[in-house]
């Protein structure tokens, strides 16, 4: 088992900037990828980006390229999200997620952070 507790949401107005952290504990060595997805008011949830825990490789989803940066730190067994450039679109509940290695699935969920953006 491998838990996430995020932190660092807030409220923040649009082309500001917000870091969440996600800390992770339990059965971290098996840990593949890490990643953050978003689920605002009225919509799926949705992917935002990710990290793979070994070799530090990312992806993003189009809609947040060169605004969001996903890091992990190792030694502490945080995975981190810095969102720049902030948009009202932005607003949502954020995820940490948790996928081990040699599963296809994100199996592994933080309780949430919401992140509210102001116009």
């Known amino acids: 088992q491998v838990q996430l507790v995020e932190s660092g949401g807030g409220l923040v107005q649009a082309g500001g900037s917000l870091r969440l952290s996600c800390a992770a504990s339990?059965?971290?060595?098996?840990?593949?990828?890490m990643a953050w997805f978003r689920q605002a008011p009225g919509k799926e949830r949705e992917f935002v980006a990710r990290v793979h825990w070994g070799t530090g490789d990312t992806a993003y989803t189009d809609s947040v390229q060169a605004r969001f940066a996903i890091s992990r730190d190792n030694a502490k067994n945080t995975v981190y999200l810095q969102m720049n450039s902030l948009k009202v679109e932005d607003t949502a509940v954020y995820y940490c997620?948790?996928?081990?290695?040699?599963?296809?699935?994100?199996?592994?969920w933080g309780q949430g952070t919401q992140v509210t953006v102001s116009s």
């Open positions: 997620a948790a996928r081990a290695d040699g599963v296809t699935t994100y199996d592994y």
């Open positions: 339990g059965r971290t060595f098996n840990i593949y990828h």
